[in-house]
């Protein structure tokens, strides 16, 4: 199956300071790339939505301000979260689907998990 | 309303026996798709199977089937001849193609496949 990665896989930051992390799709093009958020034995909470070349389209509740995301090329988003606090800590996933493909296609990325300190 | 209902958040299974993961799910659209993803402690989300809301059959992938039962709206997965290796977190997921077109997860049930 189509591949996604993700990086970093772990990261621990400073409360204050803004993190990146990247999504690709290795192996196909992607005009759509998701975003999730997943706290501790919860379920899977999409954020937003990013389509290549244009602005994402956020879910309710989301600061767009404070999850800044990218979908610059199509094989490549990114989900920066700027001024992190303790309460950003979570787990991040990222899913896209290939361009052309079945709509039912969605390749889930490894997950990055952040810990604001 | 709850989109997706997984009533479970826990189930054990002996090796070698099958289990059935609950799901039942909430629409108005007649186009929509219905996912299983397996969740292990890794925390990366494993695909297992998709049905199609105009599928006529039942899915089946390896030892995953899915039993769609349209007018019940429940899309359970049955997890046949259990492996130690299926204890992991299952997520039952909707799609609604013309409508949000997001994926939609339920809150999950936690699998425990003992020996």
Redesign the interface.
Known sequence: ?AVVSQHPSRVICKSGTSVKIECRSLDFQATTM?WYR?FPK?????MA?SNEGSKATYEQGVEKDKFLINHASLTLSTLTVTSAHPEDSS?Y?C?ASPAGGP??E??????T?LTVL | AQKITQTQPGMFVQEKEAVTLDCTYDTSDQSY?L?W?KQPS????I?LI?Q?SYDEQNATEGRYSLNFQKARKSANLVISASQLGDSAMY?CAM?E?YNT????????TRLQVFP
């Open positions: 199956g998701f997943q919860k379920s899977l909470m999409l939505t787990f996933i899913s709509w039912h969605q390749f889930f990325g490894p997950g998990r | 798709g996912f993803y890794s925390g990366e989300m695909f998709y199609g997520f799609r193609p077109d997001k994926l939609i997860f339920g809150t999950g």
